[in-house]
């Protein structure tokens, strides 16, 4: 079955521990990303990455990093969590063979910041 | 840059009520454009798409046609059902740049029995 899976999908953690949030799809997508939701916002996007090896800043970055070792993963690593880090996530994959049709997005991963 | 703006809710229908979301859009290039909903708990999932101008876009009984001239893309269903209750996104993207999408803020609709 075509999916993108998120782990974990429920977080509690404190300020300031380091935690990685895992993102794998297993549709051979080239295009990965990372979106966080919050109520009045809407959805906002924190990171994207074209291909391996290749990411860039997405419209709210501070306080995230990525990495795209291999094309299905895309972990999203928050060195230091701060409670306005407390948010739902969302990862999305597509492909530029598809590049006017949809993306595909993760069950989301609830994330809260003490 | 890109953007789209769509009606803040929510919106609160009875079931069988003709429903509207509106969104408007602006691009640099020349968009496609996109309306996903995403059911409580769940992650987003496309509902319908339409590429060009004058395209309409329709599936599970909503619709919504590409509006060139007035930048707009707006959702509508002609009988709302409780199982429509969900939160909606209008999006677009580009044929340049990342690909990437550019979503509204979501208009989350309500239907009751």
């Known amino acids: 079955e075509a999916q993108v899976t998120q782990n974990p999908r429920y977080l509690i953690t404190v300020t300031g521990k380091k935690l990685t949030v895992t993102c794998s799809q297993n549709?051979?997508?080239?295009?990965m990303s990372w979106y966080r939701q919050d109520p009045g916002l809407g959805l906002r996007q924190i990171y994207y990455?074209?291909?391996?090896?290749?990411?860039d800043k997405g419209d709210v970055p501070e306080g995230y990093k990525v990495s795209r070792k291999e094309k299905r993963n895309f972990p999203l690593i928050l060195e230091s969590p701060s409670p306005n880090q407390t948010s739902l996530y969302f990862c999305?994959?597509?492909?530029?063979?598809?590049?006017?049709?949809?993306?595909?997005f993760g069950p989301g991963t609830r994330l809260t910041v003490l | 840059g890109d953007s789209v703006t769509q009606m803040e809710g929510p919106v609160t229908l009875s079931e069988e009520a003709f429903l509207t979301i509106n969104c408007t859009y602006t691009?640099?290039?020349?968009?496609?454009l996109f309306w996903y909903v995403q059911y409580p708990g769940e992650g987003l999932q496309l509902l319908l798409k339409a590429t060009k101008a004058d395209d309409k876009g329709s599936n599970k009984g909503f619709e919504a046609t590409y509006r060139k001239e007035t930048t707009s893309f707006h959702l509508e269903k002609g009988s709302v059902q409780v199982s429509d209750s969900a939160v909606y996104f209008c999006a677009l993207r580009t044929s340049g740049g990342s690909y990437i999408p550019t979503f509204g803020r979501g208009t989350s609709l309500i239907v009751h029995p």
């Open positions: 691009a640099t290039g020349y968009p496609s």
């Open positions: 549709m051979n997508h080239e295009y």
């Open positions: 990455s074209m291909n391996v090896e290749v990411t």
């Open positions: 999305a994959s597509s492909s530029p063979s598809l590049a006017r049709d949809e993306q595909f």
